[in-house]
T-cell receptor, first 111, second 117 residues
Framework: QQPVQSPQAVILREGEDAVINCSSS?????VHWYRQKHGEAPVFLMI?????EQKGHEKISASFNEKKQQSSLYLTASQLSYSGTYFC????????????FGKGTLLTVNP | KAGVTQTPRYLIKTRGQQVTLSCSPI?????VSWYQQTPGQGLQFLFE???????NKGNFPGRFSGRQFSNSRSEMNVSTLELGDSALYLC????????????????FGPGTRLLVL
């Protein structure tokens, strides 16, 4: 089952904050966040393991609520370089380990 | 360290033809996964290879197949191409396959954009 991301798209002005959510109907082992710029490969941002930890990468951080099977990506004081499509990939229980990605959230940061 | 490389970058084929795409993982990485990316469906998992064996497979028809060589390089093949196969095909590599107890980060290549006419 594909995780659901929200919002589908968001437009910001430079310096504004944004939150991108990722929800799954399955119990999760981990959530992986990637950013993809147009015409480029998805770039790994961070991985969150079950346990509710929060991680950070520059001004981008994320949390993982395993009880709710939800993860949120927080972008603070956004920069033009943050523009792109953000994907969450989830790993659920079971013997087959595979990343299942959401459909992505298109983030546009304007000057 | 060089990243994941994929060849060719762009490909145009006609319906009914077959195509082979190639992926070279990051040096030292032994696990390779393939994904199909389309605007409507996003990133969808095709299959994963490790030690020349397919470990995992997504929900794609048998026309989609792959293999891995002893040097960890991987190829995927699509036979009897259909218009709906037009997509960006992404390859990702990791040191080894992940498990529920040991997560592995996947690193993506730039993809091969396939257009089927």
């Amino acid at each position: 089952q594909q995780p659901v991301q929200s919002p589908q798209a968001v437009i910001l002005r430079e310096g504004e904050d944004a939150v991108i959510n990722c929800s799954s109907s399955k119990a999760l082992y981990s959530v992986h966040w990637y950013r993809q710029k147009h015409g480029e490969a998805p770039v790994f941002l961070m991985i969150l393991l079950k346990g509710g930890e929060q991680k950070g990468h520059e001004k981008i951080s994320a949390s993982f609520n395993e009880k709710k099977q939800q993860s949120s990506l927080y972008l603070t004081a956004s920069q033009l370089s943050y523009s792109g499509t953000y994907f969450c990939g989830t790993v659920s229980g079971g013997s087959n380990y595979k990343l299942t990605f959401g459909k992505g959230t298109l983030l546009t940061v304007n000057p | 360290k060089a990243g994941v490389t994929q060849t060719p970058r762009y490909l145009i084929k006609t319906r009914g033809q077959q195509v082979t795409l190639s992926c070279s993982p990051i040096s030292g990485h032994r696990s390779v996964s393939w994904y199909q990316q389309t605007p409507g469906q996003g990133l969808q998992f095709l299959f994963e290879y490790f030690s020349e064996t397919q470990r995992n497979k997504g929900n794609f028809p048998g026309r989609f197949s792959g293999r891995q060589f002893s040097n960890s390089r991987s190829e995927m093949n699509v036979s009897t191409l259909e218009l709906g196969d037009s997509a960006l095909y992404l390859c990702a590599s990791s040191l080894k396959p992940g498990t529920s107890g040991a997560q592995e980060t996947q690193y993506f290549g730039p993809g091969t954009r396939l257009l089927v006419l």
